[in-house]
């Protein structure tokens, strides 16, 4: 009798064992499956940063200047992330199509008539960003690689937060965004650079409850008295900072500033700063406490 027993017991154990076993191969394969079938379109360099880390794969990107990762080496191009290729995303037959909330309104009705409905990634912030890295873990079975990422940007910030602590006077800074034509916006508290500059313990001098930019304003921005200037390169810096420059040198009112006197204006370059959140937001959050409180032993430009 006892035989028969521990012989059932045995029994037993090996159908739980291969069951739990079967369970995880099938899961396992589950999840291959679904990898392989996933054909994403990343058409920002953001998003493509964004899948490396998760170890997603592609089957396009953008076309741009930035290095695409050696992952994605020999993927498509499928054009600018301000006018991307309908016809080549299309025939890539992808099951999702990335892009960012800040050029939602660039996918017009070409898009539409080829019946594909891209997904805006909203990265204005860095809250936001934390945010969409957890959902796309989740989404795709990454949930190990997304909390890392998110990990080492909450550490950042609670190193330049207790950087901030000790200084009792918030800097004031003025953020701009240049544009290719002599141009530029203001950068408000709304925008990426400015939720940057908030959590460094910056006071940004425009803040606005909806707006990411606004027009610049020379009466404004001269009562605001910046003490540090942070002027983005978002687009062509080979052209943008020069104009920047020569703005800065021709116009009388720069030199009335601060930030201007004390040579505290620093240009905002990729690949480490963009218009939108991006993976290089922990070391940007870095230098932007380095800029506003140099005494801390950063390095100023």
């Keep these: 009798m006892k035989g028969s027993r521990k012989i059932a017991l045995i029994v037993l154990s090996l159908v739980l064992v291969i069951g739990v076993a079967a369970g995880f191969f099938m899961s396992r394969v589950g999840t291959a499956n679904h990898q392989k079938k996933a054909r994403i379109v990343a058409t920002t360099f953001a998003v493509v940063q964004i899948a490396d880390k998760l170890d997603l794969p592609l089957v396009g990107v953008p076309t741009t200047q930035n290095k695409i990762p050696a992952r994605y080496a020999h993927v498509a191009r499928v054009g600018n992330p301000m006018n991307p290729s309908v016809e080549k995303i299309a025939s890539l ?42 959902e796309m873990g989740k989404q795709y079975h990454r949930t190990h690689k997304a909390k890392q990422v998110v990990d080492e940007i909450n550490h950042t910030e609670q190193q330049v937060q207790m950087v901030a602590k000790r200084h009792p006077e918030k800097p004031r800074v003025l953020v701009l965004m240049g544009l290719p034509g002599a141009s530029y916006m203001i950068a408000t508290n709304q925008s990426y650079v400015g939720d940057l500059v908030s959590i460094a313990g910056g006071h940004n001098v425009f803040s606005s409850k909806t707006q990411e930019f606004v027009s610049p304003n020379d009466e404004a921005i001269k009562k605001a008295q910046p003490q540090v200037i942070l002027r983005l390169a978002h687009a062509l810096p080979n052209i943008v900072i020069p104009q920047f420059d020569s703005a800065f040198k021709s116009d009388p009112m720069w030199r009335t500033l601060p930030a201007v006197k004390n040579h505290r204006v620093y240009d905002l370059e990729e690949p480490n700063f963009d218009a939108t959140a991006n993976m290089r937001a922990s070391r ?18």
């Design 93 to 134: 037959k992808p099951t999702v199509v990335y892009s960012v909330t800040t050029l939602q309104d660039q996918f017009g009705k070409a898009f539409k008539e080829r019946h594909i409905t891209p997904h805006f990634l909203n990265l204005t912030s860095v809250s936001k960003l934390k945010q969409t890295v957890t």
């Design 284 to 301: 940007a959050l870095m230098i932007v406490s380095n800029w506003l409180y140099p005494k801390e032993g950063g390095q100023t430009k």
